[in-house]
């Protein structure tokens, strides 16, 4: 096995078949989450822009996405309305990771229905945590 | 004279308007040769950039997350690095230095210090090149360990962006007392001068914090003390309790100011009773301040008092006011009302009259848009 640095307890084994989207402007952060969510058992799909996490979002089934607040195309504002207010989508718990850690930003992610906020700078493995937090418990098979 | 024949006659000469000319155009043809140089020259470097970047990103790269976790694997890393040049490195560490917090942070910092970007970092923050100081702080900013708290103090009071940048590596880094040691120093005469102490204060950790609050009465400058006040009631709510009164007791304007507005994020009996009091201070700018936390607070018992201050002779005194009843719902409204159709005040009717008409049209836009 990968020695790797903050682990999260017990990830392997639950919500193996839980599916992830990480959507990331930052090069550097996509390379970090990229890793650090290659150690879990979950399927993860990570893009650039809001075009793109706007296709897979309705091409597949997520049970979180990780979006960035400043996604070219489409924001992460743009995308969270989108899945809060489409039925086919509504079960997908957002989580908002971004560089504008304002009071009023993230005060905004959560009345637009986020399930969590993180800033940027992160540590990943609390970043996987809270995603772990994120994913139903008892997640059928796909 | 045809004008040929006076062009080679000033060349021969080497006098007059037409060999001036000449000079000029000779003058400016170098010029060209020169800059096409340079954007060869520049052309070429980035280039050279480019291809190592790359290098680094397929050969280097890709094993540095995993090679963090591994001593003997990091030190090998490590290893294959130092082939490239300094800056590429620097390009390649310093954004996931940026990008990271908590224990992968302290990972990456320490291959960059074992690189020694780090100390070049420090000799370059000593530099007599502005430019080159100001590029070293940046990366201080996010490198510097506690050994580096007294070249940021030298710091402190180097050019303005410097100052900032060491302010807050200091406030990453540095002790209580080394910070207080830097404000103890400070004299903040226009507000355009205060963001320093901001970044600083912002940068430190909670148990910091709360030690230098120890020293917030023996700061000198009462503009540093308000800063200072209002920066703690958001982090440490509980701490500022104990010096509300203390500050609102005190003889200069800004602490009073600071007191008034940290009253706003509290909302114990202690603090309510510390607001009403600065609610009557014989500054306006202090009452003004208070009427403001007194609609934060949004304690209905407030609108009393709040109707005396929509009464007040100070024009941001009545409008705060408004503006908190406003804030306080249906009770406030009433008493705006109240204000507006039986106050014997003509400038309390316009201001409850200005603060019902803008909610009665930001109720009208609200209900529109739903």
């Known amino acids: 096995m990968r020695a790797v640095l903050g682990t999260v307890p017990g990830g392997a084994g639950s919500g193996s078949s839980a599916a992830v989207l990480i959507a990331q402007g930052d090069s550097t952060s996509r390379e970090i989450l990229e890793h650090y969510f290659g150690l879990m058992p979950w399927k993860t799909v990570i893009v650039s822009n809001g075009d793109e996490a706007h296709q897979h979002l309705r091409a597949e089934r997520f049970d979180v996405a990780v979006l960035d607040v400043n996604l070219s195309h489409r924001s992460g504002f743009d995308l969270l309305r989108e899945i809060r207010d489409d039925e086919d989508l509504s079960h997908t718990r957002v989580m908002l990771l971004t560089e504008d850690g304002r009071e009023r930003t993230e005060l905004k992610a959560f009345e637009m229905g986020a399930a969590d906020f993180a800033r940027r700078p992160f540590a990943p493995a609390v970043v996987v945590a809270r995603v772990k937090r994120l994913i139903p418990q008892n997640e059928s098979p796909r | ?370």
């Not at chain 2, 390649?92 to 302290?106: M, Q, Y």
């Open chain 2, 1 to 370: 004279m045809d004008a040929s024949g006076g062009i080679f006659e000033s060349l021969e000469t080497g006098t007059g308007v037409y060999g001036t000319v000449l000079i000029f155009v000779m003058a400016e043809g170098v010029l060209i040769a020169l800059c096409a140089c340079w954007l060869v020259f520049t052309a070429l470097a980035a280039s050279r950039a480019l291809r190592l970047d790359d290098a680094f990103a397929r050969k280097v790269a890709p094993g540095f997350l995993d090679a963090l976790a591994d001593e003997d694997a990091l030190a090998s890393w490590l290893r294959e690095a130092r082939r490239f040049p300094e800056a590429v490195q620097r390009r390649f560490l310093e954004p996931r230095i940026r990008a990271t917090s908590g224990d992968l942070n302290v990972r990456i910092v320490d291959a960059y210090t074992r690189l020694g970007l780090r100390s070049k970092d420090v000799l370059q923050a000593e530099s007599r090149s502005w430019r080159k100081r100001i590029r070293a702080m940046r990366r201080l900013v996010f490198v510097a360990g506690p050994q580096h708290a007294e070249l940021l103090i030298r710091r402190s009071d180097d050019l303005h962006a410097v100052r900032v940048l060491a302010a807050i590596a200091l406030g990453r880094v540095g002790t209580a007392r080394q910070v207080f040691e830097v404000l103890r120093r400070l004299e903040l005469p226009r507000r355009l001068m205060e963001q320093p102490v901001h970044a600083m204060l912002e940068a430190m950790d909670e148990e910091r914090l709360v030690k230098l609050m120890d020293l917030w009465s023996v700061t000198p400058s009462a503009t540093v003390r308000r800063i200072l006040l209002e920066v703690a009631v958001r982090r440490v709510p509980w701490l500022c309790e104990r010096y509300l009164p203390l500050a609102a007791g005190s003889f200069s304007t800004e602490v009073r100011i600071g007191a008034a507005r940290s009253c706003g994020m509290l909302a114990s009996a202690s603090s309510r009773r510390v607001v009403l009091r600065l609610a009557i201070d014989e500054e306006p700018q202090v009452r003004a301040q208070a009427a403001r936390s007194l609609g934060l607070r949004g304690d209905y018992g407030s609108a009393e008092a709040l109707a005396g201050l929509a009464e007040d002779r100070d024009f941001w005194v009545r409008q705060n006011a408004a503006a908190a009843l406003r804030a306080l719902g249906d009770t406030g409204r009433r008493t705006l009302e109240t204000l507006r159709d039986s106050s014997q005040d003509d400038f309390a009717r316009d201001a409850a009259r200005q603060e019902l008409e803008r909610h009665n049209l930001r109720v009208d836009v609200g209900e529109a848009a739903s």
